[in-house]
């Protein structure tokens, strides 16, 4: 089992430019969540995707949107870049039922200049 | 959402001492897990426990969610035990939500 993969795991963008980041989720789990840590700050959710759908978003500006395609991997994309977008973007996942367990995959490291 | 505050934000001990990190959440939750990040940001599970007590080696963990809080206590401390703790709780407290994590504990263990 390969856990959950992220890609890439570093990137560094241009104010303004736009961003896909990657997350294949853990065998067997069909729910996946997307995660934003600033330094010293614990991970802030983003959203969820369930079904191909977002299924619920934290308190984050549309310039974040995501996609989840039939065999449940996922997307994040953002938009018009701010050198405040600069975090690591952590993927769970999880499969939908109550009370279960999340995975983390290892991150993406994004820096805007 | 519901709050989550941990506590101490940074703890500094010597190999071999024993150290308890706490987790308190605004909330009832039906899940509750408690995580340790590497230095490359990897989040490793430790625990997944909503009520109770669980052990593993010479970490365990008890959440007593009637009163909103978790403690996960760590023994004979090793240098490889530092690294930031967080706990996280579901996001509006239902079991599959995303997650709304604690600030952390930052844990330095001296040899």
């Known amino acids: 089992d390969a856990g959950v993969t992220q890609s890439p795991t570093h990137l560094i963008k241009t104010r303004g430019q736009q961003v896909t980041l990657r997350c294949s989720p853990k065998?067997?789990?069909?729910?996946v969540s997307w995660y934003q840590q600033a330094l010293g700050q614990g991970p802030q959710f983003i959203f969820q995707?369930?079904?191909?759908?977002?299924?619920q978003r934290g308190n984050f500006p549309d310039r974040f949107s995501g996609h989840q395609f039939p065999n449940y991997s996922s997307e994040l994309n953002v938009n018009a870049l701010l050198l405040g977008d600069s975090a690591l973007y952590l993927c769970a996942s999880s499969p939908d039922k109550m009370n279960t367990e999340a995975f983390f995959g290892q991150g993406t490291r994004l820096t805007v200049v | 959402g519901i709050q989550v505050e941990q506590s101490p934000p940074d703890l500094i001990l010597q190999e071999g001492a024993n150290s308890t990190l706490r987790c308190n959440f605004s909330?009832?939750?039906?899940?509750l897990q408690w995580f340790h990040q590497n230095p490359w940001g990897q989040l490793i599970n430790l625990f997944y426990i909503p009520s109770g007590t669980k052990q593993n080696g010479r970490l365990s963990a008890t959440t007593v969610a009637t009163e909103r809080y978790s403690l996960l206590y760590i023994s004979s401390s090793q240098t490889t035990d530092s690294g930031v703790y967080f706990c996280?709780?579901?996001?509006?407290?239902?079991?599959?939500?995303?997650?709304?994590f604690g600030k952390g504990t930052h844990l330095i263990i001296q040899p």
């Open positions: 909330d009832s939750v039906n899940n």
């Open positions: 995707y369930y079904e191909e759908e977002e299924r």
């Open positions: 065998s067997g789990h069909d729910t």
């Open positions: 996280a709780v579901p996001y509006s407290g239902g079991g599959a939500d995303g997650l709304t």
